[in-house]
């Protein structure tokens, strides 16, 4: 079963917009990161946070994470065509497990 | 440095027919797993091994199997394939076991006719 939810399930913007993806999980976490994929293939990973951090950024990349209300947000500021793709978030859960749990992601398509 | 590298990138098979993947990580790294991702879902964890022992496993019948080699790369088969095993095979690499980052390799786009 899917740990995280992404909204909204698709979101599409004008070049230069910023681009806001929501996460919300279900149980407690280790850490929360978030990938981008594009069309169908590999995973690329964006950035790590970690449960006792509330922000990170990142070039264009803002993350936050609310551990009160399991929820996590992506921004991408002064989006680029180039960032059209879907957007995961994953969770790694407490408890020693090391593997990802995925939502089933937001794709976002920016328009030149 | 090379990323994490997968093989075949495609594969066609029919019901009932048994399938090999294979997945080599990135240098120096040591713990791999195993994602299966149906179109328009997100990716499901499978396996993951480290130093050669299995050290996870999804929710997948026991028609999916794997294991590591001495050089940390690995393989996933999968037996009397189902036309529901049709997905995308995603391999992930890291340096050691407690590290959090992991790298995906390209994927093998897997068709169950």
């Known amino acids: 079963s899917q740990q995280g939810e992404e909204d909204p399930q698709a979101l599409s913007i004008q070049e230069g917009e910023n681009a806001t993806m929501n996460c919300s999980y279900k149980t407690s976490i280790n850490n929360l990161q978030w990938y981008r994929q594009n069309s169908g293939r590999g995973l690329v990973h964006l950035i790590l946070i970690r449960s006792n951090e509330r922000e990170k950024h990142s070039g264009r990349l803002r993350v936050t994470l609310d551990t009160s209300k399991k929820s996590s947000s992506l921004l991408i500021t002064a989006s680029r065509a180039a960032d059209t793709a879907s957007y995961f978030c994953a969770t790694v859960l407490q408890g020693g497990s090391e593997k990802l749990v995925f939502g089933k992601g937001t794709k976002l398509t920016v328009n030149p | 440095d090379a990323g994490v590298t997968q093989s075949p990138t495609h594969l066609i098979k029919t019901r009932g027919q048994h399938v090999t993947l294979r997945c080599s990580p990135i240098s120096g790294h040591k713990s791999v797993s195993w994602y299966q991702q149906v179109l328009g879902q997100g990716p499901q964890f499978i396996f993951q091994?480290?130093?050669?022992?299995?050290?996870g496993r999804g929710n997948f019948p026991d028609r999916f199997s794997a294991r590591q080699f001495p050089n940390y790369s690995s393989e996933l088969n999968v037996n009397a394939l189902l036309l529901g095993d049709s997905a995308l095979y995603l391999c992930?690499?890291?340096?050691?076991?407690?590290?959090?980052?992991?790298?995906f390799g390209p994927g093998t786009r897997l068709t169950v006719l």
């Open positions: 091994y480290y130093e050669k022992e299995e050290r």
């Open positions: 992930a690499s890291s340096l050691a076991w407690g590290t959090d980052t992991q790298y």
